[in-house]
């Protein structure tokens, strides 16, 4: 399978006042298609910073100071990290799209969720939705022009005229509306719809609202929201925080992206509905073959939703490997100690020595050296290279 | 093993207030009717989602909320428990001043002022968001002598010796006495909450998701923790959880909660292996396993929990529930002993 998203070498930085936090050190990951990739690590080991980074999201003061983010789908093969923003404005939500963390945080409190969702819709889709709206006038069009023939047929008896009346039927277009919908769909950006935009009743284009309403309840439905057209209409405020999730997943998906990425989308939520969100996106992935970046402390949603695993540590990746081998053979101490602090009944509770490293200052060479039981001279003076251990089971450990 | 706390028909109501004159309209009911007994010793776990009244009972049973009615017994003789239903059951003699007296004595739900005050030594609270609970204001050394300084329990030095040899105790030290909270990280700041719980030695503590902000190594190290206290200085827990696995590992009883009522209770691994009200098998299939290899057979619960204002008529699982039967829209069902100390609380088990 070929690599849709390959992040190679990320180095990222964030200045503050106190010093240089070196969020990311070379953060190398690969994403085939129509596969999920699960990132896990604890707080603050940068892997909610790798989501963004791919996407340029990075909040002030960080800055990508290196690396690249090639994105290869179909005819589209380019590196993301130096495109323009309008370039990278056309990719995210489209090609690749994000689900938040915090889904009451990354919904807006004064829109709806149907304008929300919408303007997804109208940013990326557009044309399909103005073609439909000028299918839908041409059919109007057409059945108006059939009733009216009959009705002329029907009423005008003398046959000179009715001949003359068909005529100027046939050449008689609903011009105006017409021309509004199809510049849209060339320019979105044309002079003269912001003219009209400023006139009243024309600048409200109905028929366009009305069309993306209905493609916004048809996603409502999809995301398996009881009562569709009513949600629509509702305020984030108003739903729980497991339809807010979805409301969220629905503006992720509602343009198929081919990548999405899912920054722990069911942290604040709970047990019952996180299954229920995991069903969701396991099935929405079935539908529309995205490839899925799913980021997560939970081991366990690791174990059920990834193919392969990629554990971070204070900034760089340490072990990469398929769930079933990373789970039955983890090798990086790390990853060892991570799954051994996940609580099992009857054992007693194990868990890793100290604590994470500052990240201004992080401790020189591998920088899990300080909690690890089997560091070494070695690890204290270099950065470990990932190695290809096994055939697809990458480690970055002086050990192997 | 003596019984350290119990409820008896706890409710604890929420007014909804509305209209002109701010009436009561309508009732939030957090905790509806719930008995559980605690044990000495033991490490009682209490789940359920959110919104079920978990917290709400916790807080509750220590006072930090007034309960609407029912009766709560800390270390109150058998006996006293047995005469107070007598006595409230009888009409004649609901008004009696030996009730009276009794209930005044031994009911906490009742207790006010000094009395309250000289309760609050032997319980104590740990809550579920460290960053909240600690006053971003005080250094260490003075949020964990609190308690001391409030019950006028050690003066001076023996202050700072006392706070001292908690933190020691809970894995903190001299270096972190003069830092404010916002120095320490998750999992160091439930530590600072966890010393000043424990500081005046206290016989009962509610823990109300002490684990659920932190991250899953220090998850562990906490769980550890609350272990070794309990060990140590002789400690009756209330574990409250939305994370069974976590609960699982560390209590000995479980009781679980759907909108305020107790569905199940029984000992952890009775529950665990066989779990018999539905939201209870629900709720258990909806863990995700941390094994690949392992296919989960998953019960999905759709929709959410409902409203505790207007809940569901009858059984309040019902309108969720796999199994409905008729007669659970409109009865609401007892715990029902099945054996084996195993409680639940369904139509399906009525017999």
Excluded: W
Aim: aromatic share 6%; with cysteine; net charge positive.
């Amino acid at each position: 399978m070929s690599k849709l998203l390959e992040v190679q070498d990320l180095v990222l930085r964030f200045y503050t006042y106190a010093g240089v936090v070196k969020a990311l050190e070379g953060v190398n990951l690969y994403l085939k298609k129509e596969e999920t990739l699960g990132i896990v690590g604890e707080t603050g080991c940068g892997k909610t910073m790798t989501g963004l980074s791919i996407l340029s999201l990075v909040p002030p003061p960080g800055k990508i100071e290196g690396g690249k983010v090639m994105f290869q789908d179909g005819d589209k093969n380019m590196e993301l990290l130096s495109q323009k923003d309008a370039t990278l404005r056309d990719i995210r939500g489209r090609d690749i799209s994000i689900i938040f963390q915090e889904p009451g945080a990354a919904l807006n409190p004064v829109y709806t969720v149907g304008d929300q969702i919408a303007e997804v819709l109208l940013l990326h889709r557009k044309r399909e939705l103005c073609e439909r709206v000028l299918a839908q006038i041409e059919k109007e069009e057409l059945e108006k022009k059939e009733r009216k023939r009959k009705k002329i047929e029907k009423e005008i008896k003398d046959e000179d005229t009715r001949k003359r009346e068909l005529e100027k039927l046939e050449r008689q277009k609903r011009g105006m509306e017409k021309k509004i919908y199809r510049t849209m769909m060339k320019h979105p950006n044309a002079l003269s719809l912001k003219f009209f935009k400023r006139i009243p009743i024309i600048g409200r284009y109905r028929r366009l609202k009305r069309e993306t309403k209905k493609e916004v309840v048809k996603i409502l439905r999809e995301l398996e929201i009881a009562d569709p057209e009513r949600v629509v209409d509702m305020y984030p405020h108003e739903l729980s925080g497991g339809m807010q999730q979805r409301i969220v997943i629905g503006i992720a998906l509602a343009c198929n992206p081919t990548v999405l990425i899912a920054d722990e989308p069911t942290t604040s939520l709970d047990m019952t509905v996180q299954a229920q969100i995991l069903d969701l996106i396991r099935r929405l992935k079935e539908k529309s073959g995205s490839s899925i970046i799913y980021i997560t402390h939970d081991m366990g949603v690791v174990a059920e939703l990834c193919d392969r695993v990629a554990v971070m540590y204070a900034g760089s990746v340490c072990e990469v490997a398929e769930v079933k081998e990373l789970f039955k053979n983890p090798m990086h101490p790390y990853t060892k100690a991570l799954l051994e602090s996940i609580p099992r009944p009857g054992q007693a509770f194990k868990s890793i020595s100290g604590t994470v490293p500052g990240l201004i200052d992080p401790p020189p060479g591998c920088r899990f050296h300080p909690r690890c039981p089997f560091a070494k001279v070695e690890c204290t003076e270099a950065m470990p290279k990932m190695n290809e251990v096994k055939k697809e089971h990458f480690v970055a450990c002086y050990l192997y | 093993m003596s019984i350290s706390l119990e409820t008896r028909k706890l409710k604890k109501y929420y007014p909804v207030r509305g209209g002109v004159f701010k009436r009561r309209i309508a009732d939030v009911k957090a905790v509806d009717v719930v008995n559980l007994s605690i044990k000495k010793g033991e490490c009682f776990g209490l789940v359920g989602e959110s919104g079920c009244g978990k917290t709400t009972f916790g807080k509750t049973i220590i006072r930090l909320l007034d309960p609407t009615s029912g009766h709560i017994y800390f270390d109150a003789p058998e006996e006293v428990k047995e005469e107070i239903e007598k006595l409230e059951s009888s009409s004649s003699s609901k008004n009696s001043p030996r009730l009276k007296k009794l209930i005044k004595q031994y009911d906490l739900a009742k207790f006010k002022g000094k009395k309250l005050k000289a309760l609050r030594r032997k319980m104590q609270i740990v809550f579920q968001d460290p960053s909240t609970s600690l006053d971003p204001r005080m250094l260490v050394k003075d949020i964990a002598a609190e308690p001391l300084v409030v019950q006028k329990l050690a003066k001076g030095q023996k202050i700072r010796e006392r706070v001292l040899e908690m933190l020691e105790k809970v894995g903190l030290d001299e270096t972190h006495l003069y830092r404010y909270p916002h120095e320490f990280s998750g999992g160091q700041r439930q530590r600072i909450a966890i010393a000043r719980a424990l500081i005046i030695n206290p016989e009962f503590v509610v823990l109300d998701e002490p684990t659920s902000s932190v991250d899953v190594s220090v998850r562990a190290q906490l769980l550890d923790l609350f272990q070794k206290l309990a060990r140590d200085m002789g400690l009756t827990y209330l574990f409250i959880s939305h994370d069974l696995s976590v609960v699982e590992c560390i209590s000995d009883k479980v009781a679980v909660m759907y909108l305020g009522k107790v569905v199940e209770l029984a000992s952890t691994p009775e529950l665990f292996h066989n779990p018999l009200h539905p939201y209870t098998q629900a709720l258990m299939s909806a863990i995700p396993v941390p094994d690949p290899t392992v296919k989960m057979k998953r019960i999905l619960l759709t929709g959410d929990v409902p409203s505790p204002v207007n809940p569901p008529s009858g059984c309040r699982f019902h309108p969720r529930c796999a199994k409905a039967m008729e007669n659970c829209r409109k009865e609401i069902p007892e715990l029902v002993d099945i054996g084996n100390e195993h409680f639940v609380a369904c139509e399906l088990f009525k017999s």
